[in-house]
Nanobody
Framework: VQLQASGGGLVQAGGSLRLSCTVS????????MAWFRQAPGKERTFVAG????????RTADSVKGRFTISRDNAENIVYLQMRDLRPDDTGVYYC???????????????????WGQGTQVTVSS
């Protein structure tokens, strides 16, 4: 199973981007998926996550009201809509998938057993 993240780029502060995470395997079954980001020299931090088969999602306080996570179960895609981007949103954005039963709160990267390659987001001031 491969996760392919895309949609990153260079944008001015206040702009928008939509990231996509596409799962290569049609029979893929996850229990949770999430977006994390990593700035240069810093740890990977939680951005947003959701449950794949039922309701439930969470967004980090730092992006609440600006970022929205959503899913398309039929196409096996998870989206991250980002609005009002700020320079401190800059980093590599990774999508992760949890393929076994999960009741966590999405925030720990160690909970995910599949990762995409990341997509760079750069926000200029």
């Amino acid at each position: 199973v491969q996760l392919q993240a895309s949609g990153g780029g260079l944008v001015q502060a206040g702009g928008s981007l939509r990231l996509s995470c596409t799962v290569s395997e049609r029979t893929f079954s996850a229990h949770a998926m999430a977006w994390f980001r990593q700035a240069p020299g810093k740890e990977r931090t939680f951005v947003a996550g959701l449950r794949w088969k039922r309701a439930g999602s969470r967004t980090a306080d730092s992006v609440k009201g600006r970022f929205t996570i959503s899913r398309d179960n039929a196409e096996n895609i998870v989206y991250l809509q980002m609005r009002d981007l700020r320079p401190d949103d800059t980093g590599v954005y990774y999508c992760g998938a949890r393929t076994t039963y999960y009741i966590g709160d999405f925030q720990d990267p160690r909970d995910y057993d599949r990762w995409g390659q990341g997509t760079q987001v750069t926000v200029s001031s």
